[in-house]
Every structure is written in C-alpha cells, then in structure tokens.
C-alpha cells in the first residue's frame, strides 16, 4: 500500500488512529463494524452465542494490545482482524478439547443397587418410626436442628424457649433416639 492514507479504507483509517494515537472513538468504530460480523463467524463455526461474543470480546481486546503491530503495507485490517478471530478461536477449541488426564478424571459414581436402596428405605422406616417415639416437644426440636440444620439460637428465637430446656430436650430425643434405632428401650 502506499503512504497515501485517502485510499486506504474507512476501517483502516480507524485502525491507524487506535495504532498511532490509541484513539478510543475510533476504536469504538472499529467494535461497532466488526463486532457483530466476528460473532455471526463465530457462531457459523459452532460456537454458541455466549462462546461467540466471548471471543468477540478477545479479539477486540487483542486488537488494542496489539495495534502497533498492525501494518496497513502487510495487510487489510479486515484481514489481521479476522485472523486473529481465527486464532482466538482455534485456542478455544484446543482447550475445550484438550483430553484430561486419568488422575484429574473424577471417578463415575456406581448406580445404587437394588439392594442398597431397600436398605436405605428400610433406614428411612425405622428412623420415621423412632422419631414418632419422642414427644411432641423432643421431635420437633431434633428435626429443627438436624433436618432443618437450626442452631440453638435460631431455635430459641424461633419457640421462645429458655436455651437450657432446648438442649436438654434435644439430648434426652437423641438419646431415646439411639435406643429406639438399636431396638432397645431406655
């Protein structure tokens, strides 16, 4: 090209701008423009939107960092712009891609068995069954702080009663609690 800059394009000319004078309204131009068409190439090579505009964003913010190395002589910006779209793109896809390694794999967790899952029913049964046992003001406290995970205080707050008496009934539920799941009585 030459050193005539009027025949070189409107988007060269931006580019010019960002490389020489670091230009932000030309820069925001050159989003603008090339914004929407590094997307729609983006997403004609698979990426989905958010991917796209991910790259989008890359490429731009590559384009700033980079902009003293553009040369109008060596290429069109439309050219250097799109290849390092396409770069961009090429390193997403090798790490989306990358195979992990057999030590960083997390091991598949097995399907319970059949048998497993009538234990844990026969389980549930027994506990449902040990906790009608308690009184009215032992089960409710021991499901408000295990099943609901309610710390004494939130529980004091929440019925009033004296902290002393909360955790009294709480101790004396869980322990006829332990002798009704062991089949003997206290």
């Known amino acids: 090209m030459s050193d005539d800059r009027s025949a070189l394009s409107e988007q060269t000319g931006w580019m010019l701008r960002v490389r020489d004078a670091r230009d932000k309204a030309a820069f925001a131009r050159l989003f603008d423009h090339y914004a929407p068409r590094l997307k729609a190439m983006g997403m004609r090579a698979g990426l989905g939107a958010a991917q796209a505009e991910e790259v989008v964003q890359d490429v731009m913010l590559k384009l700033w960092d980079r902009a003293a190395q553009f040369d109008p002589d060596r290429a069109q910006v439309s050219a250097w712009i799109y290849q390092i779209a396409r770069n961009q793109m090429a390193d997403l896809r090798r790490k989306e891609f990358r195979p992990v390694p057999e030590a960083l794999l997390t091991p598949e967790e097995p399907e319970p068995d059949a048998a497993q899952a009538v234990a844990l029913e026969q389980e549930t049964t027994r506990l449902r069954k040990a906790l009608s046992a308690l009184s009215d003001e032992q089960r409710?406290?021991?499901?408000?702080?295990?099943?609901?995970?309610?710390?004494?205080?939130?529980?004091?707050?929440?019925?009033?009663?004296?902290?002393?008496t909360i955790k009294s009934r709480i101790r004396l539920g869980l322990d006829?609690?332990?002798?009704?799941?062991?089949?003997t009585r206290p």
């Open 176 to 183: 006829r609690l332990r002798h009704e799941l062991k089949g």
């Open 140 to 164: 409710q406290l021991v499901e408000m702080a295990y099943l609901g995970e309610l710390s004494h205080a939130q529980i004091k707050e929440g019925t009033g009663l004296p902290l002393g």
